[in-house]
């Protein structure tokens, strides 16, 4: 079964009202063999365009299971930049999570890369993180962005996703801090 329900309206002018409306598709699912007995009465459904409020849901789902467990742990989101005047040539950001820092973005203007500022960024990042008490860092890396730049800064290769998302690998790597 295919039903079609309404999604909010987007960009319109104050005073226009459903001149436009973002569709979401949804597919009803069969049982599966799996769902007898106390879980028969249960409903599935497959959306293809899950509203932000629908992923909010599901995530805080998730963070309410994992809080007993992981709420003590520290978190905490740290970046640094660089500047050639007053113009930013670079950043990297990152989390302090336990004892681990994961860096989650790095990014240095291609007018400045292979200049030093992509290394001067990392460095400070992994000496901040180790006066936090960080051990580890983590990263991952497209086949096209930096994995050899990370592993001549002694990051080693942990597990790579080949086709990933079509035809790239995405490559994980840690370092002892």
């Known amino acids: 079964m295919h039903s079609f329900s309404r999604g909010a309206v987007f960009g319109l002018p104050e005073g226009v009202h459903n001149a436009v409306i973002k569709m979401r598709w949804t597919k009803q699912l069969a049982p599966s063999k799996n769902c007898r007995g106390m879980n028969a009465h249960i409903r599935y459904q497959f ?5 932000d409020a629908d992923v909010e849901e ?9 809080t007993p467990f992981l709420a003590p742990v520290r978190r905490d989101r740290i ?5 050639e005047d007053e ?46 008490g960080c051990l580890s860092a983590l990263v991952d890396t497209f086949s096209f962005q930096a994995q050899p730049f990370y592993e001549r800064h002694g990051y080693r290769c942990r597990m790579v ?12 790597l840690d370092k002892t801090l």
């Open 47 to 51: 959306d293809l365009h899950p509203t």
């Open 58 to 66: 599901v995530r805080a789902g998730l963070i309410q299971h994992n």
């Open 79 to 83: 970046a640094c930049y660089a500047f």
């Open 87 to 132: 113009r930013r040539v670079g950043g990297i950001v990152a989390e302090i999570w336990g004892h681990w820092l994961l860096i989650r973005f790095m990014w240095v203007h291609e007018d400045r890369r292979g200049s030093g500022v992509g290394s001067a960024l990392l460095e400070r990042l992994e000496d901040h993180a180790r006066t936090e």
């Open 161 to 172: 996703l080949e086709n990933y998302p079509v035809d790239t690998t995405l490559t994980y």
